[in-house]
């Protein structure tokens, strides 16, 4: 996943994020989400990301993008579907769409969405999408959207369309996800291994029982360093806050079964290796690799995404991303 934006700085806001991607691209690295809120600059995610991302499929050639997670049902779905065709032509075919019913309530009422229907909106744009981008022609007749036949240019490149991917942890969030999606995100850094192993069967559970292959991208907090003192001192304080921003805005994760959570969420400050055993992937390239193997042995994820949560300064970015490409990512080469 690519960094949070400093969106409350100056007109070089987005600057980080495409110089990031540029290098992220020439190390190697298979693709990148980008997140999307309205109204809350202070979580850095943009309120455009397919605008952004356009920037970024061109200053890269190989790297696939995608929003993870688009809070798509704030706006009708042949908006969405416009960006994506548009954005998968320029890239040459390297989106994948990512989306989710969001938790904010104050982006709805901005946009003047009813919140209780925000999950009826996105299982019924994603059958939209589905059916629009396998026909050609965009049509439908449901409670939520009633559209007339309507062409949507240019095609996407990817055929018949680009990846759905489908966030969320409830039980009505990993049945959309099992059922429409072409994968499912994880979705919530918050929780520890235990509880997404639990999320994880039941999405395997669901997608079995629909017939489909199972896709699972883990999304996780993540941080590298040289040593546990450095990690310490560049991620923990960041990744803390970003859990209470979580809280303060509604989110909610395991705290009723998760001590270490629970502390978090009441102001205390655990260690690194507190925190980050069993829940983010942040630590010595070794500490990385043993907990990255535990989550594969544990649910299987066929990708992951890591937020590099730590300091904003590209230089500290790009020495994490470069480390990690380089003592984490080749320990997974061939697995």
């Excluded at 356009?54 to 042949?78: C, D, E, M, V, Y």
């Excluded at 946009?111 to 999408?129: A, P, S, Y």
């Excluded at 979705?187 to 069967?201: A, F, H």
Aim: proline share 7%; with cysteine; charged share 20%.
């Amino acid at each position: 996943m690519l960094p949070p934006l400093d969106l409350l700085g100056s007109a070089g806001a987005f600057e980080n994020t495409f110089r990031l991607a540029e290098l992220v691209d020439e190390l190697g690295y298979h693709g990148g989400y980008l997140g999307h809120h309205s109204f809350h600059s202070e979580v850095g995610l943009p309120a455009s990301p397919f605008v952004v991302l356009a920037g970024i499929a061109a200053r890269t050639t190989n790297f696939r993008i995608g929003t993870g997670i688009h809070i798509a049902n704030l706006h009708h779905p042949l908006a969405i579907a416009e960006h994506v065709q548009q954005l998968d032509q320029i890239s040459g075919g390297r989106v994948t769409l990512g989306v989710g019913v969001g938790y904010r309530r104050s982006e709805f009422d901005g946009f003047g969405v009813d919140f209780t229907t925000r999950g009826k909106r996105l299982t019924e744009m994603i059958t939209v999408w589905r059916n629009g981008w396998t026909t050609g022609t965009f049509e439908h007749d449901g409670p939520m959207f009633v559209i007339p036949p309507s062409p949507v240019w240019p095609p996407c490149v990817q055929k018949p369309h680009p990846p759905i991917m489908v966030g969320g942890t409830s039980a009505a969030a990993v049945t959309r996800a099992a059922t429409l999606g072409d994968g499912w995100f994880t979705s919530n850094p918050l929780d520890p291994m235990s509880e997404v192993v639990e999320e994880t069967r039941r999405y395997r559970e669901a997608a079995e029982a629909a017939g489909r292959e199972p896709y699972i991208c883990l999304l996780r907090q993540a941080w590298v360093a040289p040593s546990e003192r450095e990690v310490e001192e560049q991620w923990l304080d960041p990744a803390l806050a970003f859990i209470r921003s979580y809280y303060q805005a509604g989110s909610r994760g395991a705290e009723d079964t998760d001590p270490i959570l629970r502390r978090v969420v009441a102001g205390e400050r655990p260690t690194c290796r507190e925190f980050a055993h069993d829940r983010a992937i942040a630590g010595t390239p070794d500490f990385c690799v043993e907990q990255l193997g535990r989550w594969h042995e544990r649910i299987g994820f066929d990708e992951v995404s890591l937020l590099f949560g730590g300091p904003k300064a590209y230089d500290s970015l790009a020495t994490a991303y470069t480390l990690f490409a380089r003592e984490v990512v080749p320990a997974f080469r061939d697995s």
